[in-house]
């Protein structure tokens, strides 16, 4: 948490002064339909104005689990500070040898849009999470003090895009995949209904209030925000929102266990070669009854003498089918209808499309789902990524189609389509499938036939990474196109992107991609996830690229076709 010293003293004197009129502090009211419950800070920069930096845990503190949340702020864990902005750095990586930029100030801006991506939203009482192997297990996917209030985060970062928009307005907005953890139906209503500004009802199971009174904890019923209507927002798939933890297509023991109230026991299922029919620890839950959602019914099976731990059911924590998910996007009050999805996908469970934001500007978005099937065969997880032959087929029509209309193109997929090989262990487990129809060279040298293609913007990976894809011509700079991955709202660094598109008056296009931090109000539980998700990644030490703020602003620049300049002068 970010420490006002200032803010602290008036608050103490306010505190003693109505104490001494023998008055009592306010009690906080649920407020009117039309306005948020956890309005955010008034100052809303981007991370071009200042960062929000770790502060390290002082070195005379104890180890702690990420588990132990009460103990945080004594040994200093979580706290973090303002730091510098970052300017965008100038990136010619793509264009010819000898370009030098346009120095004058004649630009037009084709497209601007924000990314949001890997939120995560997470049913944390279920008994069908993996939290043993996250706390116990060094895996912050399966638990992190951060996912009690992430919810309470995502409303901020949706109220941070509207305050932004009304200073710059966006054309569209596009969330890239991962929007719940765990393919539950209760995580994915929460996650349209926080969009749609509807009433949250964060918990599950039995209705569970660990400090008594109206918001004042992470279960309270609250009014989200909701996006500003005048901003159409598309949806794209991701592993985690159909596959159970993102990892395997659920049989039917973990369908059974996420409406039950025996919590699920699991081996290792990383290295068992049982996968899911592995057993021998029981995975946890969260105490939704107490302030720091204390872990319960986690640990060997021996642990537990009088048999399984149990939690309250519900059904709402059904799984999701694919078509299920996808369905869920035509019961929303936000536009546009489906959210980008047509109404065949709802049966079909076909989730790639494509739109034009704008009817004045030639540039097409192209929403590729390149998670893998249901029925792929096993790779000891199913979060690679991958296209099949139709997905392909329309993948390439889709750009054929671009192409010869004469518009610039950008591809939204959930998983990056280039890895840095330099990254170890993440590489093995974020790679391209060996199963799908085309592979990632062959896909990578298809793309690099089509001169318009921009950019492919991802997420997955939680790094706000930025990969250059090279033409294979250096005679033809044109053929390459630009890498933009954004980091999770979840985990540290918890920040979406900006993206804006601009035309340079020498007949290039720069892309400006910037970061933003939500405007977390101090003391507020927007605030509390920051805290939390800082504190994780002390303890879980996992690595982030562009330390030590997480963030990476820069201008794209990209050369365009004569035909297409020629497009564009004419407009």
């Not at 790679?431 to 492919?456: C, E, F, G």
Request: net charge negative; hydrophobic share 35%; charged share 20%.
């Amino acid at each position: 948490m970010f420490r006002f010293k200032t803010g602290i003293i008036l608050a103490l004197i306010f505190v003693i002064f109505i104490t001494a009129a023998g008055c009592s502090a306010p009690i906080p009211q649920l407020s009117e339909d039309g306005e948020p419950d956890y309005p955010i800070d008034s100052v809303v920069l981007t991370t071009r104005d200042r960062t929000v930096l770790p502060v390290p845990v002082p070195s005379t503190s104890p180890a702690l689990g990420p588990e132990q949340i009460e103990s945080f702020s004594e040994y200093g864990y979580g706290v973090w500070e303002f730091g510098e902005g970052l300017e965008h750095e100038k990136r010619l990586d793509l264009m010819p040898g000898g370009y030098t930029p346009a120095s004058d100030t004649d630009t037009e801006k084709l497209l601007t849009f924000f990314a949001m991506t890997d939120i995560h939203l997470t049913d944390k009482e279920s008994p069908a999470q993996v939290i043993y192997y996250g706390y116990k297990g060094g895996i912050i996917s399966g638990y992190s003090p951060a996912m009690l209030y992430n919810i309470h985060l995502f409303d901020a970062a949706i109220q941070t895009a509207n305050a932004l928009h009304k200073e710059d307005a966006f054309d569209f907005g596009i969330f890239v995949g991962d929007a719940i953890n765990c393919g539950q139906y209760n995580e994915l209503r929460w996650y349209i209904d926080v969009l749609d500004g509807k009433r949250i009802k964060p918990d599950s199971g039995d209705k569970d209030d660990p400090i008594p009174g109206p918001l004042n904890d992470y279960q309270d019923e609250y009014k989200a925000a909701g996006l500003d209507e005048s901003i159409s927002w598309y949806q794209v798939l991701g592993n985690h929102d159909h596959f159970w933890m993102g990892m395997f297509p659920p049989d039917e023991y973990i369908k059974s266990a996420l409406t039950g109230t025996e919590v699920l026991e699991l081996g290792n299922i990383f290295y068992d070669p049982l996968r899911l029919k592995s057993r021998g620890f029981y995975m946890g839950a969260i105490d939704g009854r107490t302030p720091y959602g204390d872990i319960i019914g986690a640990g060997p099976v021996t642990n537990f003498p009088d048999g399984p731990p149990t939690v309250p059911a519900d059904q709402d924590r059904r799984f999701l089918s694919r078509t299920e998910w996808i369905g869920e996007f035509f019961n929303s009050s936000s536009s546009p209808q489906g959210h980008g999805f047509s109404q065949s996908a709802r049966t079909t469970g076909f989730a790639c499309y494509s739109f034009e934001p704008r009817s004045d500007i030639p540039i097409k978005v192209i929403v590729l789902d390149n998670t893998q099937r249901d029925d792929d065969p096993s790779e000891n997880s199913s979060g690679f990524g991958s296209i099949d032959q139709e997905r392909y087929d329309w993948l390439v029509q889709e750009l054929e189609d671009g192409q010869a209309e004469g518009k610039l193109m950008i591809i939204a997929a959930h998983i990056p389509i280039v890895i840095k090989e330099n990254e170890g262990s993440l590489s093995s487990v974020m790679k391209w499938s060996q199963y799908a129809a085309v592979s990632d060279v062959d896909l990578i040298a298809k793309l690099h036939t089509y001169p318009n293609l921009m950019a492919w913007i991802a997420g997955h990976r939680h790094q706000n990474t930025v990969i250059p894809v090279k033409s294979p011509d250096d005679d033809r700079p044109e053929l390459g196109f630009w890498q933009v991955e954004t980091a999770s709202l979840r985990e540290f660094p918890q920040q979406f992107r900006i993206f804006e598109f601009v035309y340079n008056s020498d007949n290039t296009v720069s892309i400006f991609t910037t970061n933003v931090d939500p405007a977390v109000r101090e003391g507020s539980p927007a605030a509390k996830s920051r805290s939390y998700a800082v504190a994780a990644y002390q303890i879980f030490d996992y690595p982030i690229e562009m330390m030590p703020s997480g963030a990476y602003n820069a201008e794209l620049l990209l050369q365009l076709t004569p035909e297409m300049q020629e497009i564009l002068q004419k407009r």
